[in-house]
């Protein structure tokens, strides 16, 4: 789980943060980046079984998580 205490993200944006070149729009910020941090990780999540998300709230700061499915190895 990352925790992240800064602005957070609309919620209208928060369907497509996982998607490929998506960058969320800040106000006319100016910011590096190709938009494809969250795509890749969650793609690797997405290979090995598991699921990635998200919650945020405005003001608030955003909270990423992903889980893996347990496998037994004997």
Do not use: A, C
């Not at 106000?27 to 998300?53: A, C, D, R, T, W």
């Amino acid at each position: 789980m990352v925790i992240d205490k800064g602005r957070g993200i609309s919620p209208d944006k928060l369907p497509h943060l996982f998607d490929r070149y998506y960058r969320v729009d800040t106000g006319g910020h100016q910011y590096s980046g190709l938009g494809l941090g969250l795509y890749i990780y969650n793609e690797i999540v997405k290979k090995h079984g598991g699921v990635m998300g998200v919650e945020s709230r405005l003001e608030e700061g955003s909270t990423f998580w992903f889980t893996l499915p347990l496998y037994d190895t004997q």
